[in-house]
T-cell receptor, first 115, second 116 residues
Framework: EAQVTQNPRYLITVTGKKLTVTCSQNMNHEYMSWYRQDPGLGLRQIYY???????DKGDVPEGYKVSRKEKRNFPLILESPSPNQTSLYFC??????????????FGPGTRLTVT | AQTVTQSQPEMSVQEAETVTLSCTYDTSENNYYLFWYKQPPSRQMILVIR??????QNATENRFSVNFQKAAKSFSLKISDSQLGDTAMYFC?????????????FGQGTRLTINP
């Protein structure tokens, strides 16, 4: 089954404790992206990747890191989480990052709480 | 820059009624696409319908249709014969290319409740 997977689905952590949210897709998509969803703000892009080893900042990149060492994986790293990073996080992928008509496929979401 | 605005935070209708969700957008792109996504309580993001900006004909998918007014930069979603399973958060989004990269920008969302 074609899908985007994320782990963990739920995470409660404390301020300053490094964490990684994994994202993997099995559709051989070139483009991958991370979003955060907050009430009243919709989804906002954190980082995106056009292909392996190519990443760039989205609209809200502060406090996050990403890497794209393999085509299928795009982990999101919070090196020192803070309470304002409490949010619902989505990973998404698309066949190509240069064609705006291509649908983005979303993972199931990760609910992160930082205390 | 792309912006998308959904001015209705919440809506509620009775089952079988027709409901229209509003969305306005702004973009400097000539070639762009518009989407409606549904997010049920499971939180999964599900594509409902897509509209190419260069097409004048409004997109339709079963009970879902859009009213695309390009000059007014308006993109509303109409749900006919609403069902309990339509209860969800709905996001309007626009997609264009920024510096050669696909960019998907979302509105704030409208929480739709279908009452039995």
């Amino acid at each position: 089954e074609a899908q985007v997977t994320q782990n963990p689905r739920y995470l409660i952590t404390v301020t300053g404790k490094k964490l990684t949210v994994t994202c993997s897709q099995n559709m051989n998509h070139e483009y991958m992206s991370w979003y955060r969803q907050d009430p009243g703000l919709g989804l906002r892009q954190i980082y995106y990747s056009m292909n392996v080893e190519v990443t760039d900042k989205g609209d809200v990149p502060e406090g996050y890191k990403v890497s794209r060492k393999e085509k299928r994986n795009f982990p999101l790293i919070l090196e020192s989480p803070s309470p304002n990073q409490t949010s619902l996080y989505f990973c998404a992928s698309s066949l190509s990052g240069t064609v705006s008509s291509y649908e983005q496929y979303f993972g199931p979401g990760t609910r992160l709480t930082v205390t | 820059a792309q912006t998308v605005t959904q001015s209705q935070p919440e809506m509620s209708v009775q089952e079988a009624e027709t409901v229209t969700l509003s969305c306005t957008y702004d973009t400097s792109e000539n070639n762009y696409y518009l989407f409606w996504y549904k997010q049920p309580p499971s939180r999964q993001m599900i594509l409902v319908i897509r509209q190419e900006a260069y097409k004048q004909q409004n997109a339709t998918e079963n009970r879902f249709s859009v009213n695309f007014q390009k000059a007014a930069k308006s993109f509303s979603l109409k749900i006919s014969d609403s069902q309990l399973g339509d209860t969800a958060m709905y996001f309007c989004a626009s997609s264009g290319e920024i510096q050669g990269a696909q960019k998907l920008v979302f509105g704030q969302g409208t929480r739709l409740t279908i009452n039995p």
